[in-house]
């Protein structure tokens, strides 16, 4: 499930099947009536959309920038912990 | 609902536009950009080990590159290119408000003044952020008010624009060949090196846009918290520079982003936390900033009336169009309607390069850099596409001027562009077993060819169209002929006496006593022109008479007034006649009132 929502098949797959499904006759209405429903709201769309992208952009900020290094203990720590724990 | 909200935002903008029209506020702003520019100066001080550091690595030789690039670039400007106004009526209004910024503390446009000071209550509110007039204030404060002074300024700001590009690209690339071609590239832009001879804020804008990535690479790189503190007032500063840059906000929120030195290793935690510091601090630093912004964005910038300053329409109209100057399409257009030529040049083959950069990116997998440039393309071109007055044809070509921001980015592509199919082409004929001398001669002649093709059009556009005079200049023409007829004539009149005119910041920067036009017959200033003024008149019939240039009531219309109110006669007087213009201009002296069509009260007081 999670890979047919992947971001790479989204672009490579969704976005261009939704514009060949504007294209055939019989889904016309559907899609005028959606692009309607984006005019008249579109202050709102606008401002959810804004909110989206500063979502999406604090969670590639954290993804791709902070890349932490818990400290490892050393083999000569580790046996010394052993020893303790003996 | 929507409705509501819309009053609602709508009564706090002109709330907060209100703010701006008073003096209060408009002393507050000059102490904001002592404060940023003091922050910038002190902080890079402070950090200047740090980036020091942060920049260690680039060879001394590059360094000499850098120099004699700028010294090329200084050299065939001052030499051929002679220095213009290229926004009327802008440029001047920002060398009035150095002066009004110097004598009266107050960041406003003055248009009613005697020759030492603005009348108190008169300063209002312009549309741009005044951090380029503070730096046009900081020389004038010693050497005086000049428009020669805002020339060199301009200069100087493209040379640091150049300089800071390197830095940049070094930082984000780690490659100091590309990052000195990328500063080669963007100081041989045609249009960039028009730019620089002029006051625009363009320039600066694009300095103050570089210093910030410079900066602001510079901290992802040592993390060091003063160079941060630095970036924020770059940033800061870079957004009181002109309102369209905020942007540029993208282009630095994608660097951030994309940044390779990222908040890694054992001390990751640390730094992130110094870093949501430096976001708190910067929200504090930048807000004045934004809510100018804010204030400007609730005055019509001149869209056409009923229609919106952005939307997805112009950016459906102008795309083409605006997609087609990266491709030299507009280097050399002819309007039938004024029986001339204007230029909106860009070299061909930088795009070409810029073009092959992309690609070559992508194809060495560096994908960081590959979406900091491109987007930063897309960012700039996206934004000013959606603005009504964003194609590139808008204004005769005086609006391309708003891609500047995108020069730099085209630049670095180029640069890498051209890197890549320069080792391309010089491993295939190492690869050929040619002996190493050899090698050597063919690598110095392919380099030799290759900068001639690269920059052979910016050559060529810069001979023919660049260092054209100021006079052959299509854009403005009827008013740089109107600035220069002034320019000629003011010392005929008094300092002590008042011109009525449209362009009072002009009369302002010299020196002689002005009022708007429109506000002469007006009951709430009449009083105190006639009181001040002594009754010494003239009148500055100029080339506002023919265009309307505000409204309503429009400029035309206002100058008839003025012309039915008072007799007078002319002292100085010139004709254009080019351009499809056929115009008089003359500067009048008023002996009194007219008897008939008299505004009454302007009657009792004479």
Not at chain 1, 55 to 64: C, G, S, T
Not at chain 2, 5 to 12: K, Q, R
Not at chain 2, 110 to 116: I, P, Y
Request: hydrophobic share 50%.
């Amino acid at each position: 499930m999670s890979r047919i929502f992947s971001f790479k098949n989204n672009v490579l797959y969704l976005l261009p099947s939704m514009f060949l499904l504007a294209t055939i006759p019989s889904a016309q209405p559907h899609v005028a009536s959606i692009t309607s429903f984006f005019w008249k709201n579109q202050t709102y769309i606008l401002y959810a959309a804004t909110a989206a992208v500063i979502l999406l952009y604090i969670y590639l900020f954290f993804k791709l920038q902070y890349k932490p290094t818990k400290l490892r203990a050393t083999s000569v720590q580790k046996k010394a912990s052993k020893k303790i724990s003996k | 609902m929507a409705l509501a909200m819309t009053l609602f935002i709508l009564g706090i903008g002109a709330q907060v536009l209100s703010l701006f029209q008073h003096e209060p506020f408009q002393a507050a702003y000059f102490y904001y950009y002592i404060f940023i520019f003091l922050g910038l100066v002190i902080a890079s001080m402070l950090g200047y080990k740090e980036i020091k550091k942060a920049l260690h690595g680039i060879g001394k030789s590059y360094y000499i590159y850098l120099a004699i690039t700028i010294v090329l670039f200084v050299f065939l400007e001052v030499a051929f290119v002679t220095p213009t106004h290229l926004l009327y009526n802008d440029e001047y209004i920002y060398v009035s408000i150095a002066k009004m910024l110097i004598t009266e503390h107050l960041a406003a446009v003055c248009s009613f003044s005697n020759a030492t000071m603005c009348v108190p209550g008169t300063a209002g509110f312009i549309h741009q952020p005044l951090g380029w007039p503070f730096i046009i204030a900081i020389p004038s404060s010693i050497f005086g008010v000049s428009f020669s002074l805002a020339y060199a300024l301009e200069l100087i700001f493209s040379v640091l624009a150049i300089v800071f590009l390197f830095y940049t690209v070094y930082l984000l690339l780690m490659d100091q060949r590309v990052a000195i071609l990328a500063s080669a590239i963007l100081a041989f832009t045609p249009l960039f090196m028009r730019y620089s001879m002029s006051s625009i804020l363009d320039i600066p804008a694009v300095t103050f846009l570089l210093l910030s990535t410079f900066l602001l690479a510079a901290y992802m790189r040592r993390k060091s918290m003063v160079v941060g503190a630095a970036a924020v007032f770059a940033i800061a500063y870079m957004l009181s520079i002109k309102v369209d840059m905020i942007s540029a906000l993208a282009i630095i929120l994608l660097i951030l982003l994309l940044d390779s030195d990222k908040f890694e290793g054992v001390d990751a935690k640390k730094h992130l936390k110094r870093f949501f510091i430096l976001v708190a601090i910067a929200v504090i630093v930048i807000f004045p900033a934004l809510l100018y912004v804010y204030a400007a964005s609730q005055m019509s910038f001149g869209a056409p009336q009923g229609q919106p300053n952005f939307s997805f329409s112009y950016l459906k109209n102008d795309s083409l169009e605006n997609l087609l100057f990266w491709f030299g399409a507009y280097n050399k257009v002819y309007t039938q309607q004024f029986n001339s030529y204007y230029y909106s040049e860009f070299p061909i083959t930088y795009t070409i390069f810029a073009i092959m950069g992309a690609v070559a990116l992508l194809r060495y997998k560096k994908y960081r850099p590959f979406f900091i440039f491109t987007l930063w393309f897309l960012a700039i071109f996206l934004f000013y596409t959606s603005y009504y007055a964003g194609g590139v044809n808008y204004g005769a070509g005086d609006d391309v001027r708003y891609f500047s921001s995108a020069f730099p980015t085209i630049a670095v592509l180029a640069a890498y562009g051209f890197a890549s199919i320069f080792d391309y082409i010089k491993i295939k004929a190492k690869s050929k077993g040619k002996k190493n001398q050899k090698v050597l001669k063919t690598n110095y002649i392919l380099l030799i060819i290759m900068l001639s093709i690269l920059f052979g059009e910016a050559v060529w556009l810069f001979a023919t169209v660049v260092a054209v005079p100021p006079l052959h200049i299509y854009p403005f023409a009827a008013e740089r002929y109107d600035e220069n007829f002034i320019m000629q004539n003011y010392q005929q009149i008094p300092s002590n006496c008042f011109v009525l005119t449209f362009k009072p910041p002009l009369w302002y920067i010299l020196d002689r006593s002005n009022i708007y036009a429109g506000w002469a017959y007006s009951s709430s200033y009449e009083y105190e022109l006639l009181n001040m003024s002594n009754r010494c008149l003239y009148f500055d019939y100029g080339i506002s008479c023919y265009i309307n240039s505000t409204g309503p009531p429009n400029t035309e219309q206002q100058c008839n007034q003025v012309m039915n109110t008072f007799n007078m006669y002319p002292i100085a007087s010139t004709h254009l006649d080019n351009y499809s213009w056929n115009v008089s201009l003359f500067l009048y002296k008023i002996t009194g009132l007219k008897n008939s069509s008299v505004n009454s009260s302007m009657n009792s007081s004479a």
